[in-house]
C-alpha cells in the first residue's frame, strides 16, 4: 500500500479489531456479539483466525457470510437455530456472547434492567433482564460499551442482571465453574480481568487515548498495568476485509464516530 | 342398534375475537405468544382493549401488546425477561410499558429469557418445577422474590455435595393467545416465518388456549399451506378456540405474510408522552367495534401514512 495503514484506521476499526480478539481461541462456538461493532468484529475473527466460530445472521439461523448483516437473499445458511435451540447452545456452554451493558462494575456485574428507584419500581426502566443471567452463569461473556463514561463505568450496579466475579465467587467453585467474564471492550479501550481478585484492568487504550482520559470516563478505580499497551491496529488484511467485505457500508463509522 | 346412528361431529373450533374474550374474565393469567413485536396475537389483544376485561396477568416475551394494554388500564402484574418493539441498531425501550412500570401501576415478576421457557415447560408438563442455573448470583430474586432454589439429590461434579440451583416454578396460565400463519377449523396449526418462538409452550402452559391465524384451510391442506409438514408444530390437543385473522398481527410482522408496519409502530410508541396522545390514538385505532372495522380502516390510509 502507498499510504500508511495507520493514517486510514479509524477508533472505529480498532475497536472491531478489539472485539474479534475477545474471541481468539475459542475454536468452535457459537460467538453471539449483539450490537453493530460487536457483530462486525465476531465476523472479522471468524474470516481469519477462528474459522470454526459459529455465527447467526440475528434471527433465527446460523449462518456462514462473512458480511456484517447480508441481505437475506445472500445468506448461506449452515443451519436453523431458533430460540429453542438458542437456548440449549447457551445452557450447553457452547457460545460466547458479547453484550451492551447500560452500568458494568469493576467486577464485571452488567446492569440493563433498571437504574435507581428500587428492583419493584425503578426510576428509569430499562429492557429488563433478558438473558443475561443464564448468559454469565453458563458461558464465556464479554461486554462492548461503545460510548465509555463514569455512568456506564459505575462503582456498583443499580441490580445485578449479568454475573460479575465478586457475585460468581460468592456462589462457589462449583456453580461458579463456567462463569467467564474475558473482556470489556469500549471506545476508549480494552478492559479485563486478569488480576488476583477479578477486578477490572487496563488491557489496552485504543491509538490516541490517555490514561488519564479513561480514568475521569471510569466510576471506580482501574487496575492500571506499569505499561499500558495501546491497542493493536487491523492487519492490512483485517483491514481489507472490514472495508471491503465485512461492512463497506462504514456503519461501524454510525456506532464509534472518527472525531478530528 | 339403530341403521340410521348418527355420529357426532369434528368439533368446529371457529370463533370470533369476541367470542375468545367472552371467555376470558378479569384477574386471569394469560400468556401472549410471539417475541417482542413479532407475530403477536393483536386481533385478540384489540378484543380486550375494547372490553370490560381489567386486572390481567401478562406473561410474555413482551411488544407492543404489553404497552397497549398497560396503557389502557388492563394490567396488574406482568411476567416479562424484557417488553421491546424490536427496532433499530440498539433496542428500543417500549414507552408504556416503563411509564406503567415506573409508576408502579403494575406489578412484575422478572425473569431471564430462558426461565420463562422453563417455568411454561414445567406447567405443561405438570411438575412444579426444573432445576436450572439460570439465575444464580444475579439480583434477579429482587424482583422475583419467590424464586427458590433446590439441592441437587445427586452427588455434585466433584462426588460431594449435591449443586445448589434455581428452581423455576411452573408458570400455569388461565389461558394462552398466539397467533400462527395458518391453521384449520380444528386447531391445528402452523407456523411459517423464521421462529415458532414459545407459542406451543403457552399454548401447552394453558387451561383455555386460543389462536388467532392468518387463515383457515382444510386439515388435508395444512401441510401444502404451510410448506412443510415440520412447521406443523401446534396441533389441536392443545387449542380450544381459532379465529380466522387476516393481518391479525398487525403491527407486528407475521413473516412471510407481512413485515411490521414501522410507521404505525412508530406513531404507536410516540404516544406515551402525554395522556392525551394516547387518547386520541386508542379512540382512532383502538376502538373500532369489530377487527374489521380496524382491517377496512387500516386499508383506507393513504399510502404510506399511519
Not at chain 2, 142 to 156: D, M, R
Not at chain 2, 220 to 226: C, H, N, R
Not at chain 2, 230 to 239: A, E, G, K, Y
Request: hydrophobic content about 40%.
Amino acid at each position: 500500500m502507498a499510504t500508511d495503514l495507520s493514517d486510514l484506521v479509524t477508533r472505529a476499526d480498532v475497536c472491531a479489531v478489539a472485539v474479534a480478539d475477545c474471541f481468539r481461541g475459542d475454536g468452535e462456538i457459537l460467538a453471539n456479539p449483539i450490537g453493530t461493532i460487536p457483530m462486525i468484529g465476531g465476523r472479522l475473527a471468524r474470516a481469519t483466525w477462528e474459522p470454526d466460530l459459529v455465527m447467526t445472521d440475528g434471527e433465527a439461523a446460523l449462518i456462514a457470510n462473512d458480511e456484517a448483516v447480508p441481505a437475506v437473499a445472500d445468506r448461506r445458511y449452515e443451519t436453523y437455530n431458533p430460540y429453542r435451540t438458542m437456548f440449549d447452545v447457551v445452557w450447553s456452554g457452547r457460545r460466547h456472547v458479547m453484550m451492551g451493558a447500560t452500568q458494568v462494575d469493576r467486577f464485571g456485574n452488567q446492569n440493563i434492567a433498571g437504574l435507581g428507584g428500587t428492583p419493584q419500581q425503578p426510576r428509569t426502566q430499562l429492557l429488563g433482564f433478558r438473558g443475561a443471567p443464564g448468559n454469565t452463569i453458563n458461558d464465556t461473556t464479554s461486554y462492548w460499551v461503545p460510548q465509555h463514561g463514569p455512568r456506564v463505568f459505575v462503582e456498583s450496579v443499580d441490580i445485578v442482571t449479568g454475573v460479575g466475579y465478586d457475585r460468581a465467587a460468592a456462589l462457589g467453585p462449583e456453580a461458579s465453574r463456567f462463569h467467564e467474564i474475558r473482556r470489556v471492550v469500549s471506545n476508549l479501550g480494552v478492559f479485563d480481568f486478569e488480576t488476583p481478585d477479578h477486578a477490572m484492568r487496563i488491557r489496552s487504550l485504543h491509538p490516541g487515548v490517555t490514561v488519564d482520559e479513561v480514568v475521569a470516563a471510569t466510576g471506580f478505580e482501574l487496575v492500571i498495568p506499569e505499561e499500558v499497551p495501546t491497542s493493536r491496529l487491523p492487519t492490512s488484511d483485517e483491514f481489507r476485509l472490514l472495508t471491503e467485505v465485512i461492512d463497506p457500508k462504514n456503519t461501524r463509522l454510525r456506532e464509534v464516530p472518527q472525531s478530528e | 342398534m339403530s341403521e340410521t346412528e348418527t355420529y357426532p361431529a369434528p368439533k368446529d373450533k371457529r370463533l370470533t375475537e369476541d367470542e375468545v374474550v367472552a371467555q376470558l374474565r378479569s384477574g386471569m393469567t394469560i400468556g401472549i405468544g410471539g417475541w417482542g413485536s413479532r407475530r403477536k396475537p393483536m386481533s385478540i389483544v384489540r378484543a380486550i382493549l375494547r372490553s370490560d376485561l381489567t386486572d390481567l396477568r401478562l406473561v410474555t416475551y413482551g411488544g407492543p401488546e404489553v404497552g397497549m394494554l398497560c396503557a389502557a388500564a388492563k394490567v396488574s402484574h406482568l411476567t416479562f425477561a424484557f417488553v421491546s418493539p424490536d427496532v433499530g441498531p440498539a433496542a428500543v425501550l417500549e414507552p408504556h410499558f416503563r411509564a406503567a412500570r415506573q409508576s408502579g401501576a403494575i406489578g412484575c415478576t422478572e425473569v431471564d429469557e430462558g426461565m420463562l421457557l422453563l417455568g411454561l415447560q414445567a406447567a405443561a408438563w405438570r411438575v412444579p418445577f426444573i432445576p436450572t442455573r439460570v439465575g444464580l448470583g444475579s439480583d434477579l430474586h429482587l424482583v422475583n422474590p419467590a424464586l427458590k432454589t433446590v439441592t441437587s439429590p445427586y452427588p455434585g461434579p466433584d462426588g460431594g455435595d449435591g449443586e445448589e440451583l434455581i428452581a423455576q416454578p411452573a408458570i400455569h396460565l388461565d389461558a394462552a393467545i398466539c397467533h400462527l400463519n395458518v391453521a384449520d377449523e380444528r386447531g391445528n396449526a402452523a407456523f411459517c416465518g423464521p421462529d415458532l418462538y414459545f407459542d406451543d409452550l403457552l399454548l401447552q402452559a394453558a387451561a383455555q388456549r386460543f389462536i388467532s391465524t392468518e387463515r383457515i384451510v382444510a386439515s388435508g391442506d395444512l401441510v401444502d399451506a404451510a410448506g412443510d409438514i415440520t412447521r406443523l408444530r401446534i396441533n389441536r390437543l392443545f387449542v380450544d378456540g381459532v379465529v380466522e385473522a387476516p393481518n391479525g398481527a398487525h403491527p407486528t410482522s407475521c413473516e412471510p405474510e407481512y413485515g411490521r408496519d414501522e410507521a404505525f409502530q412508530k406513531a404507536y410508541l410516540g404516544t406515551a408522552k402525554e395522556a392525551e396522545a394516547w387518547d386520541g390514538f386508542r379512540s382512532e385505532w383502538l376502538s373500532f367495534p369489530t377487527e374489521a372495522d380496524y382491517q377496512a380502516a387500516l386499508a383506507a390510509r393513504p399510502t404510506g401514512d399511519a
